[in-house]
Nanobody, 127 residues
């Protein structure tokens, strides 16, 4: 059974940092490109960051570039999202996603590119 489990969410003051983790199981992690998305009530889920299978390439939404860093640890089948300089606009439920990729260098930024999702973890930033 393929499963993605996020952790690390919580409440933080503006300017603070959080590190999200997403542990994958039931899949060959090295064959999957990974991504992070987020969603606030009443809005569509939006792309945050993506990383290729090989970690060769990463992509970020403009709103988080320079503040967030996506990385992966193949030995632990885990993808991370380091979030720094958080603002109230970063408050959302954050979702981890996986997609099988034959390419080691491609990243995927559309929600429709992914077919496996975690349950989400809440991040709340107070100003």
């Amino acid at each position: 059974q393929v499963q993605l489990v996020e952790s690390g969410g919580g409440s933080v003051q503006a300017g603070g940092s959080l590190r999200l983790s997403c542990a994958a199981s039931g899949l060959t992690f090295s064959m999957y490109a990974m991504g992070w998305f987020r969603q606030t009530p009443g809005k569509e889920r939006e792309f945050v960051a993506a990383i290729s299978r090989s970690s060769f390439r990463t992509d970020y939404a403009g709103s988080v570039k320079g503040r967030f860093t996506i990385s992966r640890d193949s030995a632990k089948s885990t993808v991370f999202l380091q979030m720094n300089s958080l603002t109230a606009e970063d408050t959302a439920v954050y979702y981890c996603a996986a997609t099988h990729s034959w390419s080691g260098v491609n990243t995927y930024t559309r929600e429709s590119d992914y077919n496996t999702w975690g349950q989400g973890t809440q991040v709340t930033v107070s100003s």
